[in-house]
């Protein structure tokens, strides 16, 4: 079976994934033990799919591209970009069509596929029928405004719940499935 391409995210309560700026400081809060199943999910992926942006966001706050995709880790980091990165030992950058390049990976041998975000990223595999399921983690704040989780696109995609989960501390867990669209049927005329 080839990989699965997920999509495992936080939301606002709102359908934000990061401030208008791509501040993400609500989300630094008390976590439970198990830090709401994302230890068991990193061991279920060996890809890691970047946006442009959020990579640059999360080098900023790291310190670096170095803290964030540590050469030595067996987690392969793609940065789906227009314009090449920094040189970055554990980061590929990937200017191609996104068909192709979610092909390339499902044919190679390994764990599933995370798309870490943001909103353009996920629209664009999203809009190429190129993402299984979505894990969101609704956290219990209003934003107001921000980044939303999927960059306005012309498409309508159904979702098939596969779980939900709640903690004490409000936040809730989404689990779907893509539904995949079939293609429309060519209908013939009837003779009245």
Same mark, same amino acid.
């Given at each position: 079976?080839?990989?699965? /391409?997920?999509?495992y995210?936080?939301?606002?309560?709102?359908?934000?994934?990061?401030?208008?700026?791509?501040?993400?400081?609500?989300?630094?809060?008390?976590?439970?033990?198990?830090?709401?199943?994302?230890?068991?999910?990193?061991?279920?992926?060996?890809?890691?799919?970047?946006?442009?942006?959020?990579?640059?966001?999360?080098?900023?706050?790291?310190?670096?591209?170095?803290?964030?995709?540590?050469?030595?880790?067996? /987690?392969?980091?793609?940065?789906?970009?227009?314009?090449?990165?920094?040189?970055?030992?554990?980061?590929e950058?990937?200017?191609?069509?996104?068909?192709?390049?979610?092909k390339?990976?499902?044919?190679? &041998?390994?764990?599933?596929?995370w798309?870490?975000?943001?909103?353009?990223?996920?629209?664009?595999?999203?809009?190429?029928?190129?993402?299984?399921?979505?894990?969101?983690?609704?956290?219990?704040?209003?934003?107001?405004?921000?980044?939303?989780?999927?960059?306005?696109?012309?498409?309508?995609?159904?979702?098939?719940?596969?779980?939900?989960?709640?903690?004490?501390?409000?936040?809730?867990?989404?689990?779907?499935?893509?539904?995949?669209?079939?293609?429309?049927? &060519?209908?013939?005329?009837?003779?009245?």
């Open positions: 079976m080839s990989s699965k /391409i997920i999509v995210i936080a939301t606002s309560a709102d359908g934000y994934i990061a401030r208008p700026d791509g501040n993400v400081d609500w989300l630094n809060r008390p976590r439970p033990a198990g830090d709401y199943g994302m230890a068991q999910f990193y061991k279920s992926i060996d890809t890691i799919i970047w946006g442009r942006k959020t990579v640059d966001e999360a080098i900023a706050r790291t310190g670096g591209a170095g803290a964030l995709a540590n050469p030595r880790s067996k /987690i392969k980091n793609y940065v789906m970009s227009h314009r090449p990165g920094p040189d970055s030992p554990g980061l950058f990937i200017n191609e069509p996104v068909e192709e390049f979610a390339r990976l499902r044919a190679q &041998p390994g764990k599933n596929i798309i870490m975000g943001g909103g353009g990223v996920i629209g664009s595999f999203l809009e190429t029928g190129e993402i299984d399921e979505f894990v969101i983690h609704v956290i219990p704040i209003l934003l107001g405004d921000g980044i939303p989780l999927i960059e306005p696109r012309n498409c309508t995609t159904q979702l098939e719940l596969l779980e939900a989960k709640n903690w004490p501390d409000g936040v809730v867990k989404l689990h779907y499935k893509v539904i995949r669209r079939q293609p429309a049927k &060519p209908r013939s005329l009837s003779k009245r």
